[in-house]
Nanobody, 129 residues
Framework: QLQLEESGGGLVQAGGSLRLSCAGSGQGFSNHYMAWFRQAPGKEREFVTGITSSGGNTHYADSVKGRFTISRDNTRNTIDLQMNNLKPEDTAVYYC??????????????????????WGQGTQVTVSS
C-alpha cells in the first residue's frame, strides 16, 4: 500500500503563488500514476493534474493549464504542484492521489476520482481577492 501526505497549503492573494508537495511512503511509488485533485465546498472532487510513473507525460485540467505545473522525484518519493497566478476560484482542499499502473480503470474517464486507490488527507488552499 501507499501512504500519501500533502503539505504547502495556505492563504494567498489573487495573482500569487504556492507550491504544494506530496510525500509518499511504502513500496511502489515509482510504479504509480500520481495526480492532484481539488474539492471546493458543495462541489465534486475534480481532477487538476496528473503525471505518469516515469514523469514523462503530464495532464492538466483546462482551468489550470498554463498556470500550474506538476513534477515528481522518484528518488525521493515526492510529487510537487507549482501554482502560479492563483485565482479565487482555485480555492479548495487539494488532495494527492495515486493509481497503480496495473489497475484496471474506466478508460473513457481515466481522471475520475474513482480510478485512484490512494489518497492523502488534503491541504487547504485559499485565494483571496
Amino acid at each position: 500500500q501507499l501512504q500519501l501526505e500533502e503539505s504547502g497549503g495556505g492563504l494567498v492573494q489573487a495573482g500569487g503563488s504556492l507550491r504544494l508537495s506530496c510525500a509518499g511512503s511504502g513500496q511502489g511509488f515509482s510504479n504509480h500514476y500520481m495526480a492532484w485533485f481539488r474539492q471546493a465546498p458543495g462541489k465534486e472532487r475534480e481532477f487538476v493534474t496528473g503525471i505518469t510513473s516515469s514523469g514523462g507525460n503530464t495532464h492538466y485540467a483546462d482551468s489550470v493549464k498554463g498556470r500550474f505545473t506538476i513534477s515528481r522525484d522518484n528518488t525521493r518519493n515526492t510529487i510537487d504542484l507549482q501554482m502560479n497566478n492563483l485565482k479565487p476560484e482555485d480555492t479548495a482542499v487539494y488532495y494527492c492521489a495515486g493509481r497503480s499502473r496495473t489497475k484496471v480503470i474506466v478508460t473513457s474517464t481515466p481522471h475520475e476520482a474513482r480510478n485512484f486507490d490512494y489518497w492523502g488527507q488534503g491541504t487547504q488552499v485559499t485565494v483571496s481577492s
